[in-house]
């Protein structure tokens, strides 16, 4: 006879409870239990409660390996799922083993918990292990699948609805709740129920700031002040929400020929040329865009700006604008505008250019390189490694809620009525973007140190998206090297690892479209580079993904500083326009409502948020990935300090990087 005790913990989120019956069987290298009832006295699982059992069997089940757990209806009542977070199993001689489980479980689902240490796949030697090992990626491989593309962009998960989605991978009710999107968006969208679908243009720019009123915040609020600028339009291209276009420019492209032109804003002696020796001349190429697709609009195909902008970072450390050209080929219709142009031509070609580069970084810096990239890491994750797998345990908590918040997105933004389909390029053009995007990428682009280097920026001063993401990328780097060299203490150990190797040919395939010239692995042969490319997904679901999502209403809810939607064309003679023709080229009353509410509800804050390197989940029961953790918390807190201390002394402070306002993964 032996006794084995658990200890059932369910989840602290709303709902979290069930009332259903619940049963579970203990299997070890002995034998296995009975399926033993747990008893439901209603109350027994409610939220964040845990409650304590007892399985008895004839002998001893050996070293305990899988808990089996099951959940049947009470009669007549409806579907009522249950989160459980973790079973705590004591044996008769006192040994604790901890199943991790952090999942909704659905009647009818058969689920089996793993406990104890990670295993990777040639470590897994019991018989009960190792079909349990393939029993489980055999189940995840018919659930997650990759959807067939064209080829020419990555691929995505199949799923077309949330109602597909599997329950252990879906939003929390209160998340659901909360950010029920079309209920939100609709909700903010009432509040200016005047303005709601009306066609009608702003009169003035008074008008618009007072629909701002109600809804804002201390950077949107500074945004709708300074954004005609010089040196704030400048800011922006360094630390706004698209850090990553601008580069270091030793030498002008050939079709942008403001050499002279700009002579007279440089200090008095000094010449382009020497300016760009010094490392003072940046640029904005917008060359991608060029030839894209774009929306009709009442009978019109929309402008989309794909010129460049010449910076200067003036003797006061300031960024300003030099020169804009706002189409790739120069002539005599698309001229370049200058700072001492008329006041409405300038800022005409400001409007132009920043809306260009929001469209391009929606749709390729924000949605493809970091939610769709994150989509691809989740599903490789969830097909090729089982949750007892170590880089299982490393990564899961960084994918949570991304294939449900894809799914809205894909559904909310980019479907009929969505901010994206309604931009001056609609989605053919978005669509056609991203392809390009895709083509450009490579390994060094993803992976911050190398991009910041590459595009000459390391030594231009107040560029704190750099700073913090530089900071940022050297503490996840020292965590994923400390777990990683716990798991693989040498290269042969990488190289044996069959499902590693599977993950990095899946991500090789189906993200990276095997671009081997573009630098990707299809496989690992080093611990080194194992850590490198971890440490990559980490940044990329987190870091990078708050600073691209976080400031889109401080930047964008204020459309005179940059509009996913322009009714007209820049002016082709300069001299000729005034503050109507600006008016006349912003979106109309209607379509404001609706771009700033989709930004609004896409950069608040939910109650459940999980901050980086926060683990609610402890899917480790080993003590040394338990310290790690702990270590890398505690350099993440230092550096929220730092930060704070530093933004107290900045006028505009850039909050987006700081530890505490960092998403563990894309989930909003
Ligand atoms: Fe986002």
Redesign the pocket.
């Known amino acids: 006879m032996a006794e084995y005790t658990l200890k059932v913990t369910t989840g602290d989120m709303k709902y979290a409870g069930t009332m259903d019956h619940l049963y579970v069987i203990l299997c070890g290298t002995e034998g296995k239990s009975e399926r033993t009832k747990l008893d439901n006295l209603m109350i027994h699982f409610q939220s964040g409660k845990t409650r304590t059992y007892s399985v008895k069997t004839k002998s001893s089940l050996g070293k305990l390996l899988i808990v089996k757990v099951e959940k049947d209806p009470r009669f007549g009542l409806p579907e009522d799922e249950w989160f459980c977070s973790r079973i705590v199993v004591t044996t008769q001689n006192g040994e604790e083993v901890v199943f991790p489980c952090y999942r909704w479980i659905s009647r009818g689902e058969k689920v089996e918990l793993r406990g104890g240490k990670a295993m990777k796949v040639f470590e897994d030697v019991h018989p009960l292990q190792i079909e349990h090992r393939e029993d489980e990626l055999r189940l995840r491989k018919s659930l997650y699948q990759w959807e067939m593309g064209d080829g020419k962009l990555l691929q995505l998960s199949q799923f077309r609805a949330i109602s597909e989605l599997p329950a252990e991978i879906r939003f929390s009710a209160s998340k659901s709740e909360e950010m029920s999107f079309k209920k939100r968006i609709i909700g903010y969208e009432l509040m200016f129920k005047r303005l709601v679908g009306s066609k009608k243009q702003w009169k003035n720019l008074k008008d618009m700031k007072k629909f701002f009123q109600t809804k804002k915040t201390t950077m949107s609020e500074y945004v709708s002040k300074h954004w005609d600028e010089d040196d704030f339009f400048g800011f922006q291209y360094l630390n706004g929400p698209n850090p990553n276009v601008i580069k270091l420019c030793k030498k002008l492209p050939s079709n942008f020929p403001v050499e002279e032109m700009v002579r007279d804003f440089l200090p008095r002696g000094s010449t382009l040329e020497m300016e760009m020796e010094k490392g003072n001349i940046f640029l904005v190429d917008q060359k991608i865009m060029d030839g894209i697709p774009t929306r009709m609009d009442d009978g019109r195909a929309c402008f989309i700006s794909s010129g460049f902008c010449l910076f200067y970072m003036n003797p006061d450390k300031k960024l300003v604008p030099l020169a804009i050209q706002l189409r790739q080929q120069h002539s005599e219709q698309n001229p370049i505008f200058l700072p001492d142009d008329p006041l409405t031509d300038w800022v005409l070609a400001k409007l132009f250019f920043n809306s260009s580069d929001l469209v391009l970084y929606q749709a390729v810096y924000?949605?493809m390189k970091?939610?769709y990239l994150a989509e691809v890491f989740t599903v490789a994750t969830l097909r090729c490694f089982p949750s007892i797998h170590p880089l299982y345990k490393l990564l899961f908590p960084h994918f949570r809620y991304t294939l449900h918040?894809n799914i809205l997105?894909r559904e909310f933004l980019l479907g009929p009525g969505g901010a994206m389909s309604q931009s001056s390029c609609g989605v053919d053009g978005l669509m056609e973007l991203m392809r390009r995007a895709q083509s450009d990428m490579t390994y060094s682009s993803l992976c911050l140190p190398e991009n910041i280097k590459a595009r000459g920026l390391n030594s231009v001063p107040d560029f704190y998206y750099r700073d913090d993401g530089l900071k940022l990328w050297s503490h996840i780097n020292s965590y994923v090297k400390s777990m990683v060299e716990y798991f693989y203490p040498s290269d042969s150990v990488v190289c044996d690892d069959t499902e590693l190797q599977e993950w990095i040919h899946e991500i090789f395939t189906h993200g990276f479209l095997e671009n081997k010239l573009a630098g990707f692995p299809a496989s690992f042969g080093t611990v080194a580079e194992v850590i490198k490319f971890i440490t990559m997904v980490i940044f990329i679901v987190s870091v990078q993904?708050a600073a691209?999502?976080n400031g889109?209403f401080d930047y964008h809810g204020w459309t005179p500083n940059g509009s996913l939607l322009l009714h007209t064309s820049p002016p082709t003679i300069k001299g000729l326009s005034s503050m109507g023709t600006f008016l006349e080229a912003l979106p109309n009353e209607g379509e404001t409502v609706n771009f700033a509410a989709s930004a609004f509800v896409?950069s608040s804050k939910y109650t459940d948020k999980v901050p980086l390197g926060e683990y609610p989940e402890e899917l480790f029961d080993e003590s040394d990935p338990k310290r790690m953790i702990k270590e890398f918390q505690a350099e993440l807190s230092y550096l929220k300090e730092e930060i704070k201390a530093r933004n107290t002394r900045l006028k505009v402070p850039y909050t987006y990087l700081s530890p505490d306002e960092i998403e563990n993964s894309?989930?909003?």
Request: charged letters at 0%; glycine letters at 0%; proline letters at 0%.
């Open positions: 924000h949605l970091t939610h918040i997105a993904h691209v999502n889109q896409l894309v989930s909003i």
